[in-house]
T-cell receptor, first 118, second 111 residues
Framework: DGGITQSPKYLFRKEGQNVTLSCEQN?????MYWYRQDPGQGLRLIYY???????QKGDIAEGYSVSREKKESFPLTVTSAQKNPTAFYLC?????????????????FGSGTRLTVV | SQQGEEDPQALSIQEGENATMNCSYK?????LQWYRQNSGRGLVHLIL?????REKHSGRLRVTLDTSKKSSSLLITASRAADTASYFC???????????FGEGTQLTVNP
């Protein structure tokens, strides 16, 4: 079955540590996204990538880094520079924009990674 | 910044009743989408409505879009306890390349 997989489901980070969250999709989607969700809040965009080897900062990119070396994979690293990393992280993918027609389908989301600083 | 704002923030109804959630946004959009999120899970895409459409149906869901008022509504008819979840609207701006999500409406359907 096609889908998008995030791992791990739960992650604990010590102060000053970098951690990497995995996101893999087998939907052949061009675009991938990382969102952060705090309790009772909406989603805020961290980074996104429209094609391989290219990505753009979202609204809250500080303290995070990404890579897009393969179409299927879009890992997110939460660095020690991110002062308040405890949150629920969601990865998504989509077919991307189609010319001037815009988006024709919605995003497919993974099941999320809950990161806690200990 | 959050483009969409949902109203109400929370809604509690009895099974069988209809649930209506509203979304307002600020800029010109290409399309507007509604998503559902069960507690602690990822979001699930429900329906997409384009800026040149006024109404769309999918099963028990009915979405309307009023671009002159920059608002949309999601109606869930004959609600069930399993509809309990958070519902988010998301917009793709006309010149944008990614969705912007609102803060969500927490719907509770009591059996």
């Amino acid at each position: 079955d096609g889908g998008i997989t995030q791992s791990p489901k739960y992650l604990f980070r010590k102060e000053g540590q970098n951690v990497t969250l995995s996101c893999e999709q087998n939907l052949n989607h061009d675009a991938m996204y990382w969102y952060r969700q705090d309790p009772g809040q909406g989603l805020r965009l961290i980074y996104y990538s429209q094609i391989v080897n290219d990505f753009q900062k979202g609204d809250i990119a500080e303290g995070y880094s990404v890579s897009r070396e393969k179409k299927e994979s879009f890992p997110l690293t939460v660095t020690s520079a991110q002062k308040n990393p405890t949150a629920f992280y969601l990865c998504a993918s989509s077919m991307g924009l189609l010319g001037t027609g815009g988006m024709v389908s919605g995003y497919t989301f993974g099941s999320g990674t809950r990161l806690t600083v200990v | 910044s959050q483009q969409g704002e949902e109203d109400p923030q929370a809604l509690s109804i009895q099974e069988g009743e209809n649930a209506t959630m509203n979304c307002s946004y600020k800029t010109s959009i290409n399309n507007l989408q509604w998503y559902r999120q069960n507690s602690g899970r990822g979001l699930v895409h429900l329906i997409l409505i384009r800026s040149n459409e006024r109404e769309k149906h999918s099963g028990r869901l009915r979405v309307t879009l009023d671009t002159s008022k920059k608002s949309s509504s999601l109606l869930i008819t004959a609600s069930r306890a399993a509809d309990t979840a958070s519902y988010f609207c998301a917009t793709l701006e006309t010149s944008g390349s990614r969705l912007t999500f609102g803060e969500g409406t927490q719907l509770t359907v009591n059996p």
